[in-house]
């Protein structure tokens, strides 16, 4: 019985061993994208993204007319997958947090994009992306922008 016993805990055990090492969970992902087009005479964007792929859109328009409006979406698993595969393909977190032209022109669009991915964390702000053309860095901040608003029927322009 002794031996019967100890077998039925050997083959439970590794059981729940072998769930815990093939079961590969993938990261949590949770963004926050801000926008601003003409400093205080244009528009306001801001975006959250909860880990479950909820989000939350507020765009404050400052010009004539003024206004807000305000918006909540629910992304599906394959939307957020791509935000995941863009902040790693287009190394998001090895970029410098800041991508600016050398001489700053007041009321270019300002773009910043905060992302997460299970541990890693990192806060990029983009200043006027036209000026900077083609420049790599520029690129890839570019790629998981798009990927964190390509679900969303609302898109920020600059």
Do not use: C
Not at 16 to 29: F, R, S
Not at 51 to 76: I, K
Not at 97 to 123: C, Y
């Amino acid at each position: 019985m002794k031996q019967l016993f100890q077998f039925a805990m050997i083959a439970t055990l590794l059981t729940l061993g072998l769930g815990v090492a093939t079961a590969q969970e993938k990261p949590l992902v949770v963004v926050t994208a801000f926008m601003s087009n003409a400093g205080p005479y244009g528009e306001s964007w801001v975006l959250t993204m909860t880990p479950e792929g909820r989000v939350s859109l507020t765009v404050l328009y400052m010009g004539n007319p003024g206004g807000s409006l305000m918006a909540r979406f629910d992304l599906n698993d394959a939307a957020i997958e791509a935000i995941r595969k863009a902040a790693t393909s287009e190394h998001f977190f090895e970029l410098p947090p800041k991508l600016e032209p050398k001489v700053l022109a007041i009321h270019k669009p300002a773009l910043q994009l905060d992302v997460r991915v299970g541990s890693t964390h990192h806060n990029v702000n983009l200043y006027d992306p036209a000026q900077l053309g083609k420049d790599t860095a520029v690129e890839r901040f570019l790629k998981v922008w798009n990927a964190v608003f390509a679900a969303i029927p609302l898109k920020p322009a600059w």
